[in-house]
């Protein structure tokens, strides 16, 4: 339903960017292109990956919240199966169903909820619950630097995604303004607009900024979305 609904306001936008076109082209042809290549870019490269990075910080924010849970439960409760259904009673997720199936053993439950977190530290998590399981010991202890580097690179990455984003609103609205221009120079001097768009080497120079537009912002999306996964 989310992926639908982004698509659809992508369509919109389009829609919008296309009038746009045409109202600083008056060229039917080109606006049908730009509107064409601004769904491309924004559903493509700038949506999609927008939600990649979302769910790829909501799955580490995620990891973080449940490791120090469920280490937190287990200096309480030292059994790890007792522990697991503490956790999702408390903690309603997506996952609670595999902690409370009493059908799988601890190592499958740790194997299923793979699906769940993704991600490296969660294999380091699975090690140290393993071995706790089989030789004991104290859990705070061993698991303390995971937690840390959890907490680490969880900052590290919401950081980086706020300064990122910030970078992107700016580069916008930098071409905002630019755009403005260009509306400005369309409304107020509607006759010598006019008379200037009807010459093509103009409508080549405007079309020809709106592709720079799209493609700049295709370019910083993609940089923007680079930095973000690699982390």
Same mark, same amino acid.
């Given at each position: 339903?989310?992926?639908?609904?982004?698509?659809?306001?992508?369509?919109?936008?389009?829609?919008?960017?296309? %009038?746009?076109?045409?109202?600083?082209?008056?060229?039917?042809?080109?606006?049908?292109?730009?509107?064409?290549?601004?769904?491309?870019?924004?559903?493509?490269?700038?949506?999609? @990956?927008?939600?990649?990075?979302?769910?790829?910080?909501?799955?580490?924010?995620?990891?973080?919240?449940?490791?120090?849970?469920?280490?937190?439960?287990? @200096?309480?409760?030292?059994?790890?199966?007792?522990?697991?259904?503490?956790? %999702?009673?408390?903690?309603?997720?997506?996952?609670?169903?595999?902690?409370?199936?009493?059908?799988?053993?601890? @190592?499958?439950?740790?194997?299923?909820?793979?699906?769940?977190?993704?991600?490296?530290?969660?294999?380091?998590?699975?090690?140290?619950?393993?071995?706790?399981?089989?030789?004991?010991?104290?859990?705070?202890?061993?698991?303390?630097?995971?937690?840390?580097?959890?907490?680490?690179?969880?900052?590290?990455?919401?950081?980086?995604?706020?300064?990122?984003?910030?970078?992107?609103?700016?580069?916008?609205?930098?071409?905002?303004?630019?755009?403005?221009?260009?509306?400005?120079?369309?409304? @107020?001097?509607?006759?010598?607009?006019?008379?200037?768009?009807?010459?093509?080497?103009?409508?080549?120079?405007?079309?020809?900024?709106?592709?720079?537009?799209?493609?700049?912002?295709?370019?910083?999306?993609?940089?923007?979305?680079?930095?973000?996964?690699?982390?």
């Amino acid at each position: 339903m989310k992926k639908k609904n982004n698509k659809i306001s992508c369509y919109l936008a389009s829609l919008l960017f296309m %009038a746009l076109s045409y109202y600083l082209l008056n060229n039917l042809i080109f606006a049908l292109i730009n509107g064409l290549c601004f769904f491309l870019v924004m559903y493509k490269y700038i949506t999609l @990956s927008f939600i990649k990075v979302n769910e790829k910080l909501d799955t580490y924010e995620e990891f973080t919240h449940f490791a120090n849970s469920l280490i937190m439960q287990l @200096s309480v409760t030292p059994n790890l199966n007792e522990s697991f259904n503490e956790v %999702a009673k408390i903690h309603k997720r997506d996952y609670s169903d595999i902690l409370l199936d009493d059908s799988l053993t601890v @190592s499958e439950k740790l194997e299923s909820l793979e699906n769940n977190f993704p991600i490296p530290l969660y294999h380091i998590l699975k090690h140290i619950l393993l071995l706790y399981v089989e030789q004991g010991g104290n859990i705070l202890d061993m698991s303390q630097e995971l937690l840390n580097k959890a907490d680490l690179e969880l900052s590290n990455m919401q950081e980086i995604y706020s300064l990122n984003k910030q970078k992107w609103m700016e580069s916008v609205i930098m071409w905002g303004f630019a755009m403005i221009g260009f509306f400005y120079l369309r409304s @107020s001097l509607i006759s010598y607009y006019i008379t200037l768009i009807q010459r093509r080497s103009f409508m080549l120079c405007v079309e020809i900024f709106l592709l720079v537009f799209l493609v700049t912002l295709k370019i910083v999306s993609q940089k923007y979305i680079r930095e973000q996964v690699d982390l």
